[in-house]
């Protein structure tokens, strides 16, 4: 079975300032899929980025970029310029890839306060 | 195309009763899941189906919880006799087929409040 551990319950970060949540990840697998959701107050699960396990490269959606380190099972979100938007729970999530398998694994989520 | 869709958002209910959940997916995903969070966690999956299909359900579906999709586009989740434990929020999600299959939207969820 595999694990997600986000080691953050919380953090806060300055309007304009960047940011990094922690993310570590349990797995046998050798193939797999990593996720980063955002869930704002009251509203949706929105996908942020995602990660391919055999990319070496780190996926970057804008403003966001992961820290993806396979051996060490991290795999962390950056938040640069961080806007009052974003504002929300963060979810790091595993998927095994193939096997016919579709179930997200979830971490117990970072809630991000954005300062003005 | 609106994004997946539940209802009721909100459904308070004395236990012992019995309550069904309905989720519309986005109209070209064959790929719909449910999943439920409780304060303070991430959300669990409970189970997944393709088309009609019901490929996947985890050990967290009592046999209490139901779950259907019965012509391969909406679905309903039916819990009997709901215990307070059953509160939680009820998230459905779904995926198309193919490239992006590992890609899931999520809809708003159903609150679920069992007194």
């Known amino acids: 079975a595999q694990t997600v551990t986000q080691s953050q319950p919380e953090m806060s970060v300055q309007e304009a300032e960047t940011v990094t949540l922690s993310c570590t990840y349990d797995?046998?697998?050798?193939?797999?899929?990593l996720f980063w959701y955002k869930q704002p107050p009251s509203r949706q699960m929105i996908l942020v980025i995602r990660?391919?396990?055999?990319?070496?490269q780190n996926a970057t959606e804008n403003r966001f970029s992961v820290n993806f380190q396979k051996a060490a099972k991290s795999f962390s979100l950056k938040i640069s310029d961080s806007q009052l938007g974003d504002t929300a729970m963060y979810f790091c999530a595993f998927m095994k890839a193939g096997a016919g398998s579709y179930q997200l694994t979830f971490g117990k989520g970072t809630k991000l306060s954005v300062i003005p | 195309d609106t994004g997946v869709s539940q209802d009721p958002r909100h459904k308070i209910t004395k236990r012992g009763q019995n309550v069904t959940f309905r989720c519309d997916p986005i109209s070209e995903h064959n790929r719909l899941y449910w999943y439920r969070q409780t304060l303070g966690q991430g959300p669990e999956f409970l189970t997944y189906f393709q088309n009609e299909a019901q490929l996947e359900k985890s050990r967290l579906l009592s046999d209490r919880f139901s779950a259907e999709r019965p012509k391969g586009s909406f679905s309903t989740l039916e819990i009997q006799r709901t215990e307070q434990g059953d509160s939680a929020m009820y998230l459905c999600a779904s995926s198309s087929q193919g490239q992006s299959s590992y890609e899931q939207y999520f809809g708003p969820g159903t609150r679920l409040t069992v007194t």
């Open positions: 797995t046998s697998e050798n193939n797999y899929y």
């Open positions: 990660q391919e396990a055999y990319k070496q």
